[in-house]
C-alpha cells in the first residue's frame, strides 16, 4: 500500500497548483482503490490534529501509518461487500455519549 499511495503523492501531476487542484486531479485521475487510499490518509491526519488538539495525545508517524492502512483496510472491506450486494449489519458498540453508530439512542 505505502509504495503506491507513495508513488501516487509524489507524482509530478500533482505537484502543481493548491491543495485543492491536486486532490480533484487525484480524483479525475485514479481508480477508488487508490482514492480509498488517499481518503484514509487524509482522514487519519486530520483525526491525528484533532486529538493533539483536542486532547493533547500526540502519535508517533508510525503510529499514523497502522491507523492510515486498519482504516483503508475497512474501507476496501466494505466497499469489496457492497460489489457483491452484501450489506453488514450495523455495529451496535457506542460511539460516544449512548449513541449507536447509526445515530439511534440506545437509552
Known amino acids: 500500500m505505502a509504495v503506491g ?10 505537484q502543481d497548483g493548491t491543495v485543492a487542484d491536486r486532490v480533484f486531479g487525484m480524483c479525475r ?3 477508488n482503490a487508490m482514492l480509498g487510499r488517499v ?5 487519519c491526519i ?19 501509518g497502522r491507523m492510515v492502512f486498519a482504516v483503508w483496510n475497512e474501507w476496501f472491506t466494505v466497499h ?6 452484501f450489506v453488514p449489519i450495523e455495529d451496535p458498540r457506542p460511539v460516544r455519549g449512548g449513541e449507536t453508530r447509526g445515530g439511534v439512542d440506545k437509552m
Open 46 to 64: 486530520w483525526h491525528n490534529r484533532n486529538d493533539k488538539i483536542w486532547n493533547d495525545n500526540v502519535q508517533s508517524r508510525s503510529q499514523v
Open 80 to 85: 469489496q461487500l457492497r460489489r457483491q450486494n
Open 29 to 31: 485521475n485514479e481508480d
Open 5 to 14: 499511495l507513495s508513488q501516487l503523492l509524489e507524482n509530478p501531476a500533482y
Open 39 to 43: 481518503s484514509s490518509l487524509f482522514w
